[in-house]
């Protein structure tokens, strides 16, 4: 299925060359599509690498075998195939894995610890080893490509590539980030997400690496979502080459520290929304803001129930201020939550305080504001100080095109 | 919006008349349509009440009130509202609520305690006294109705009206169970769900007859799910008139206590598979049965993650027998499961066995299965004797049909 790019859709930014890396794409031809479907990353020698993972029961094998080799902190390559995501294929499916990580480990002569994998696309085939490895044979000879290209070839149901950047200075010398990411739907981050992909320059210690991408991740990747449904393969990955000329950082408070994170937090965060922006059949990009509950981690599951909620979702895109199910949703999410203290508003607007609705509500306002791109949910509990902010997209005819016949 | 009846619709049954009380409906105009929205169920002076209710932290004036009132065992009225949940609507809410109550209690001479008060419709609009009140005075005169009658008047997006009988022999007497039951969106109960009404004429308890409600609704109307959205009216009463010529029931051990609860743990599960034939946009029954998990509570949260994923339900629709998204929804459910263990199939075909696809796997008969209206769902964790049956339906664009505008 060809599909139209997103009307949320955003322009492929300019991306610097990060030094230290290169990116190489090629068609192995997991499907029988005309396009690139194996990416190869080469990272150099020392490079510092990151992970966060998908909690999911049925993880696949390139989840468990990255997670355990995130540990050791090191990366050479990173390989990624678009078209089949191996999960659910038992040893076949682990078999594939580890002889893909071999060869490309044979290769640049590396430890296997340093070559990840991922792969996405319909789960429950093993992925074909004959394949990927003729792939890999013309990804080593490949020339380099451009982030977009490279960004392209990732993808599976995405409708426009999603990248990001930002740059951060570090003991006078300024440092760049660059991500890439896909997905579009099986978008419900549990503590991670899609694939995701970090690269930077900087000089960071594996160690403060993985704890600036977790702590980057709760407020991020952790806080969108598609479709409620977490994906056997999330996983974000952070790579920094260490070629800039800066002292390596290696805790929160070395100078430097609080720039990489924030510049670490805002690729992350503009990566997120971009999956949002192309989630599935999507014609409205939602932030939904709640403040005072219990604690910070029941406001974000409150933004989630209401996030993941298909009446709300139905209803923003029917362009209709229905409040009512944003308190249907508060309701159901099975936290403290007081009924007469609750306030709930769209774009600024109230439309209901303490537990009714306004005696002089006026929705034309409200009205106004549904018909936009970019939709505020503004939700007040009343009951503390605990805060979130969630991002999601509408449900729309589209995502049901899209998902009652992916497969065939 | 007039909808067409769902394609898994089923014929109003034959019902019997229950001895000890009148049904009569009229229209009271809460909303502008020609039809009858409010319903009077006049019962015999000592009939027991027992009632489960929606656990949403949300809930409506009517459900408070009514779950206080039921502790005392005893109901003498019964009012419906329909086009107007009165949920979220502060104290006017509750006022209108009381004022109904006060009314009918009148007309009766009973005690406000024993008037039982449900609305159904859109949240956050206070229920209009004035437009109740000369309802129920025209209720008062009007003729008795019959139970189609009634149901369709207890009705708002449902597109057929959902009735189901059984009856039992208590100590050689034969005795009848009638039930009506609205809902066709906002549909996953939590404890709880709904407005359904189960009458018989069996003489029952209120004590024996709440623990049975309970017990039968934990199996029924808490097992099925339309769209994972918990409403904040959902209420089922059940009502014993105690006019069959049989010893009182208080106790499970009581001759025909058996017999009875089967009777109506019958009615129930008839009332909620109703419920699934009418889900919004319905296109397919589904009925997902998971086996072999750590505990029955355990299976019954998988089921439903299961029931509740966009991914399973839209893939059904398309009749795709991608079962990957099954084991997406069973590794995202948040309970024990070993990836390498899990078996999936449809329609008692498997496939996918101990964590991998079948070697000789024959996809014609599971594609077969899925063109049906019946999709039978089987997991088998392979980690315990943990057991549960949930029921639901498929997501189509019926759905978003339906609610990106059924306020408007």
């Known amino acids: ?20 890396m290169t990116l190489r794409s090629v068609r192995a031809g997991y499907k029988d599509w005309d396009r690139a479907d194996l990416t190869l990353v080469e990272l150099d020698e020392g490079t510092s690498v990151a992970g966060v993972f998908t909690q999911s029961a049925c993880a696949s094998s390139e989840v468990e075998i990255g997670r355990a080799s995130v540990a050791q902190g090191l990366a050479r390559a990173l390989v990624v195939n678009a078209g089949n995501s191996n999960a659910f294929t038992g040893y076949r499916g682990r078999e594939a894995v580890e002889r893909i990580i071999a060869k ?16 996405t696309g319909v789960i429950g085939v093993p992925l074909p080893v004959d394949i990927a490895n003729a792939g890999l044979d013309a990804a080593f000879e490949a020339a380099p490509c451009s982030w977009e290209a490279a960004t392209h070839a990732i993808g599976t ?4 590539p999603k990248a990001a950047r930002a740059s951060a200075k570090i003991g006078g010398k300024r440092i760049e980030l660059c991500g890439i990411i896909k997905g579009s739907g099986m978008i419900a981050p549990d503590m991670a997400t899609m694939l995701g992909y970090i690269f930077t320059d900087s000089a960071i210690a594996p160690g403060l690496l993985q704890q600036m991408l977790e702590r980057a991740n709760a407020r991020t990747f952790s806080c969108i979502t598609v479709d409620g449904d977490t994906s056997t393969s999330d996983t974000v990955l952070a790579f920094a080459t260490g070629r800039a000329d800066h002292p390596v950082l290696t805790t929160f ?13 805002d690729v992350c965060r503009q990566l997120a929304q971009l999956v949002v922006r192309d989630g599935e059949g999507a014609s409205k990009f939602i932030e939904i803001r709640v403040a005072g509950a219990a604690s910070d981690n029941s406001a974000r599951r409150i933004a989630l129930a209401i996030a993941n909620s298909p009446l709300v979702k139905t209803a923003i895109a029917g362009e209709d201020a229905n409040w009512g199910r944003v308190v249907m949703a508060v309701g159901k999410a099975g936290e403290p939550a007081d009924r007469d203290k609750l306030s709930i508003g769209f774009g600024g607007h109230w439309a209901a305080r303490n537990g009714q609705p306004l005696a002089d509500f006026d929705e034309r ?5 549904l018909k936009g791109e970019e939709i505020f949910v503004e939700v007040d509990l009343g009951i503390g100080a605990g805060r979130a902010v969630v991002w999601t997209c509408d449900l729309t005819h589209g995502y049901i095109e899209i998902n009652a016949d992916y497969r065939s």
Chains 1, 2 share one sequence.
């Open 1 to 20: 299925m060809e599909l139209a790019p997103s009307p949320l859709a955003r322009p492929f930014p300019e991306m610097p060359e990060i030094a230290g």
């Open 104 to 119: 490309v480990a044979q290769h640049f002569n590396c430890p296997t610890e340093q070559v990840f994998v991922s792969s």
């Open 157 to 160: 149901t995405d409708t426009f």
């Open 253 to 265: 408070e070395d100078p430097g520290a609080d720039a990489f994170f924030a510049a670490l937090e």
């Open 365 to 369: 306002p409200l009205a106004e504001h």
